[in-house]
């Protein structure tokens, strides 16, 4: 975003996929490079790319190189960050570097890969990446599960996670799935409605004895009255209308122009602290609609705030304004992240403090002052403004 006149520059015709490399399974992009692009080059040549969330086809490579973007499989495969194996940088100071150069070893200094992965735009330009792709896991298993309250989600997860091997864990609630029935109009998964849902993805090897564990790990979840209702996607098109319960959910609340709080915590404290967040946005707005889901496999919770009818969004936010800072005391309180996979940008800038030291952000400043000199990347983002 443009504040004060600044350039803006894009990448949207630098989006070719420029080489592939067949022995290490690497291929090179643009930075424009659509995400479903390199997905569905991949799903050609037998391979995966398996960073996957709801904006693949609309998200460039550079972007979630540079929010370090994590999506639905981060349990799993972990963030866009794992998957990069060298870079092709300009700084702000003009500087051209080929960052790694794809080494699996090099012990030799600072990795600076990782500085411009998740840096937003701040140190310079990303002009070109490597990409690591992976093979195709032999079969997946999406199943949509029922819940009665959010302890019992994490019940699921963890009776699930010691047993199977997990792709993705996701939560959302009652209120988010009656949204994305009514915008989407969507199959009703269950004759009851539950205050919370799941919908896990589970690797599997293909054997029966595979098959037979998932069986046993079910029947064990609903004797121990973790899920009370649950179903097993019997098609490749029941199972992507699984994952569409979870997916439309933002596209599905749009129409209230929510106020949306992307955090982390660990994810032994998920429960207590949505517990904890629950009553501070109740005791301050009692009347207004909360929207819980999230990644529960690593922690990152999506707070929406419905606008109610009748407001203006002007009137709206500010009012959400004022409750930001017991949210983040209260992220802070629990040693979690303002921003978990958003990034910081203008809008928590002023809370970066939150989830970060002073002597952290000295050092960010630092950095900074090496990469771009003047502050002309991407300047009074991240609370990197730097004092002349």
Known sequence: MATKNEVVVSFEKFNKIKAFDPLENTIVCDPGVITEEIQQWAEKHDL???????????????????????????????????????????????????????LIKNATGYDLRHLFIG??????????????????????????LACESLDKVMSVFAHFNSKLVLTAFEMFSDIALKNVLEQKHLPVPFEKEYPFYIT???????????????????????????????VIAQSDSQAKTFWRYREDISESLSIYSPYKNDIAVRVSRVSPFVKE???????????????????????????????????????????????????????????????AEHGVGLTKKPFLNYSRS????????????????????????VRLILIK
């Open 48 to 102: 995966l790319y398996p960073v996957d969330f709801a904006a693949r086809g609309s998200s460039h490579i550079g972007g979630n190189i540079a929010t370090n973007a994590g999506g639905i499989k981060v349990l799993r495969y972990g963030l866009t960050r794992d998957w990069v194996t060298s870079l092709k940088v300009v700084t702000g100071a003009g500087q051209t570097l080929v960052l790694n150069k794809s």
């Open 119 to 144: 840096s937003e735009g701040t140190l310079g330009f990303i002009t070109e990446s490597t990409i690591q792709l992976t093979r195709k896991a032999k079969k997946l298993q999406v199943i949509l």
């Open 200 to 230: 896990c993805e589970i690797e599997l090897s293909g054997s029966d004895a595979d098959e037979a564990l998932l069986g046993e790990v079910l029947e064990k979840a609903f004797e121990s009255e973790y899920v009370v209702d649950g």
């Open 277 to 339: 967040l629950d009553q501070i946005i109740l005791s301050s707005y009692p009347d207004w609609v909360v929207v819980w889901f999230g990644h529960i496999g690593d922690g990152n919770l999506h707070l929406n705030i419905l606008r109610p009818e009748g407001m203006t969004k002007e009137s709206f936010v500010a009012e959400c304004q004022k409750v930001d800072k017991k949210i983040f005391e209260c992220i802070k309180k629990f040693e979690g992240s303002i921003s």
């Open 358 to 381: 002073a002597e952290e952000i000295e050092i960010f400043k630092s950095i900074k002052k090496i990469f771009d000199p003047n502050n002309i990347i991407n300047p009074g983002k």
